[in-house]
């Protein structure tokens, strides 16, 4: 196993928590880049000397590429160790973690070749630090193609971790397969529907009984579960019609209470960005003033939030922490429809601003 130095070592974690920070594939690959040069030169001298086990990993981490284009799933499987750590990115139906090749072949690659029957990924350039290698690929799916970046790391010879940073909405906007064989992949377990019930029984008005379920589809953006159309009395509710006037309204903030990789790969314009679990600490940002006694809210701003749509709880959680905090009911807007309604509408999205 190679060697690696402390520098190394922090330069790899910069790398990878930046990249987990922003998942808008557009910008990993310019951040990506943008690495590589401010650190050439401090760099040059330790990649001359590494230049031998640089091309060591670097050739394992291509011969893994290779195996998976020829669909020699024995080859592809030879070049992972037999407890290898696959990381996808969430918003796709395969999203989550996985260990050993046989479950990635069998729980990744199944799904991705009935999605997208001509899924093609073409490495671009490899670039090691040590025993980490990062990817930059180009995807093909459903007829469309996107940038990517992947991180594998290489331990005596194989693969023990690899991760990627797919466009997960862009390609499932394009999975041709989404209907039919693929359906199976979303179909396989019964989701939240009301607090943590699997299932409502309904009285019919002929006496008989219905059993309701819910399964993950492939338009949903999240599992959760069904969140109510006033979270707390006092909230208003608004359709798409009212988050329109809101956008450009100097007296309505307009925030999208999801998680920052979520807002950087789409939001509404116009919207800013404070994630669900730091609202209530920033509500100074919203027009109230922190004290010793707590926040005063007499003069905050109008608030329209919204999260990933009817089943995500993150901006009611938001909402119900801004009331208890001091935050007027009746000057939080309340959008259910969030951004699974605002997409299937076909309304304009913009990517979020990175926040240094």
Not at 68 to 92: H, L
Not at 152 to 180: R, S
Request: negative net charge; aromatic residues 10%; charged residues 20%.
């Amino acid at each position: 196993m190679p060697k690696r130095s402390m520098q190394e070592d922090l330069k790899n974690e910069a790398l990878e928590h930046s990249l987990v920070a922003i998942s808008d594939i557009r910008g990993i690959l310019m951040f990506v880049r943008l690495i590589c040069t401010t650190f050439l030169f401090s760099l040059l001298a330790a990649c001359q000397a590494g230049s031998k086990s640089d091309a060591a990993v670097i050739a394992v981490a291509k011969a893994g590429y290779d195996a998976f284009a020829t669909g020699d799933m024995e080859a592809w499987a030879a070049t992972q160790s037999a407890d290898v750590k696959w990381e996808m990115p969430k918003g796709f139906p395969y999203g989550g973690n996985y260990v050993g090749p046989q479950q990635v072949i069998e729980e990744v690659f199944g799904p991705i070749g009935a999605l997208w029957p001509d899924f093609k990924v073409e490495p671009i350039a490899f670039h090691a630090s040590g025993n980490v290698v990062f990817i930059e690929t180009k995807m093909t799916a459903g007829g469309q193609v996107s940038d990517s970046i992947h991180k594998a790391v290489i331990n005596d010879g194989l693969y023990t971790e690899f991760q990627v940073f797919d466009d997960a909405g862009f390609m499932m906007v394009h999975a041709t397969g989404a209907e039919g064989i693929g359906i199976q992949f979303f179909a396989d377990e019964d989701l939240r529907i009301i607090d943590e019930g699997k299932s409502f029984v309904a009285a019919l008005p002929s006496g008989e009984s219905i059993t309701i379920t819910r399964q993950m589809t492939p338009c949903a953006k999240n599992k959760g579960w069904l969140q109510p159309l006033v979270p707390e009395p006092g909230i208003v509710p608004v359709t798409e019609i009212e988050v329109l006037n809101a956008i450009g309204d100097p007296n309505t903030i307009l925030v999208d209470m999801r998680t920052e990789e979520w807002f950087l790969d789409a939001t509404i314009p116009g919207s800013v960005n404070i994630p669900y679990t730091e609202v209530a600490m920033r509500m100074d940002e919203l027009g109230c003033k922190k004290g010793d006694g707590g926040w005063d809210c007499s003069d905050a701003a109008n608030v329209v939030g919204f999260c990933n749509g009817p089943v995500c709880p993150q901006s009611p959680t938001a909402m119900r922490a801004m009331i208890r905090d001091g935050f007027p009911a009746e000057k939080i807007h309340y959008y259910r429809g969030g951004m699974l309604d605002w997409d299937a509408l076909g309304l304009t999205t913009v990517e979020g601003d990175f926040a240094f």
